[in-house]
């Protein structure tokens, strides 16, 4: 496929739609997953027990706060349960999800194709790769054009040989401290963007420097930061005035981690502090009174096996059916909330024209 015939359109696993077509969109969620890069074996030899037990009602006080030592929590890998829990969105209203696994978290094209025939629902894939732990070994000795040739095939030929082409570039993860890869991979995903038109989503340091270093060295390879999505920032507990800075720059602020407990939580040697759903509600009212609706993401990060309904979640309807009544009390109006959820997104994915500037810094 020429890059032309994607400009103006939205590209889902099976095919192009046009972007009215996309309706209420969550985007940044995972159907088929499995986050086993991130798995930390207890150290206790009760602990360890509990480790390699499947994730069910009777452990869930203990899964919740120790997802990444639950080997079992990690792995959304049962397509019949996605495709029941991504049906009970579309009940709710939903329309369209974005899915964040790309290489390294073990992406399935064709899932997500047979995912989206049996729902109905409209699946954006990413492209590219997640966080460097996840990593296969001959990354590190990539060129930056190589990694640019690699996404820019995925969006304009598929994955592989599925056919089956990516729509957003991403969830690119970058690590805390960053790993020697993570500036070529920044420096490659911006080409990348520039060539294919394609939207961009950064799953970011959890550091406030970081963060900022992070959209400096896209901004300086030529990114478009007003189709750029910075993951998490509900989630990795960044502080307002980071907040306000990434929003400064034109990318996109998603709150993508909707329903997740609030819970300190360790990850990358950090420890998180999640906010609350209200919290969350409360941060977007005051973006919105600060001039930035027209940035702002909301979605839920469903990557861990708790989070189905299934295994005593929300599940993926959780925005629409809990929370929108919560944006509503809270002041958000309805034309706000439909910008949030539908011409946000809208925006996002509608792919634009390439451009030829970019080569490699090296």
Not at 10 to 33: A, D, F, K, R
Request: proline share 5%; glycine share 10%.
């Amino acid at each position: 496929m020429k890059q032309e015939h994607l400009v103006g359109k939205v590209q889902t696993v099976l095919g192009l739609i046009e972007p009215e077509s996309l309706g209420i969109t969550l985007p940044h969620e995972h159907l088929l997953t499995d986050l086993w890069c991130y798995f930390a074996e207890p150290v206790e030899a009760s602990e360890k027990k509990k480790a390699y037990e499947p994730v069910g009602l009777e452990n869930l006080w203990w899964v919740k706060p120790h997802s990444l030592s639950s080997l079992d929590d990690l792995k959304m890998l049962d397509e019949q349960v996605a495709i029941k829990e991504a049906m009970m969105f579309k009940l709710a209203g939903g329309n369209s999800i974005v899915e964040m696994s790309n290489i390294g978290l073990c992406r399935d094209p064709l899932g997500l194709v047979r995912i989206s025939r049996a729902t109905g629902l409209n699946i954006v894939m990413g492209a590219g790769y997640y966080i460097a732990i996840s990593h296969p070994p001959e990354v590190a000795d990539m060129a930056e054009d190589e990694i640019v040739e690699g996404i820019v095939r995925e969006v304009l030929e598929g994955v592989g040989d599925t056919g089956v082409c990516a729509g957003i570039i991403g969830e690119v993860g970058i690590s805390v401290p960053m790993d020697e890869t993570d500036p070529k991979m920044l420096r490659a995903v911006a080409r990348a963007q520039r060539l294919t038109g394609a939207p961009v989503n950064i799953h970011p340091s959890i550091d406030d420097d970081l963060l900022l270093a992070i959209i400096e060295i896209l901004r300086d390879a030529g990114a478009d930061l007003n189709r750029t999505v910075i993951s998490h920032m509900d989630g990795f507990g960044f502080s307002p005035a980071t907040r306000r800075k990434v929003a400064e720059t034109g990318c996109y602020i998603e709150y993508d981690t909707f329903g997740h407990p609030d819970i300190l939580t360790p990850l990358q040697g950090r420890i998180i502090n999640m906010p609350s759903d209200t919290q969350r509600v409360t941060d977007i009212v005051e973006l919105i009174g600060a001039g930035y609706l027209n940035q702002i993401l909301v979605s839920q990060d469903h990557c861990f096996k708790h989070c189905w309904a299934s295994y005593g979640g929300y599940g993926y309807a959780h925005i629409l059916r809990d929370m929108a009544p919560v944006m509503r009390v809270k002041g958000i109006t309805e034309e706000q909330i439909h910008t949030i959820l539908v011409e946000n997104p809208k925006r996002l994915l509608t792919f634009a024209p390439a451009t030829a500037w970019g080569k490699s810094a090296g």
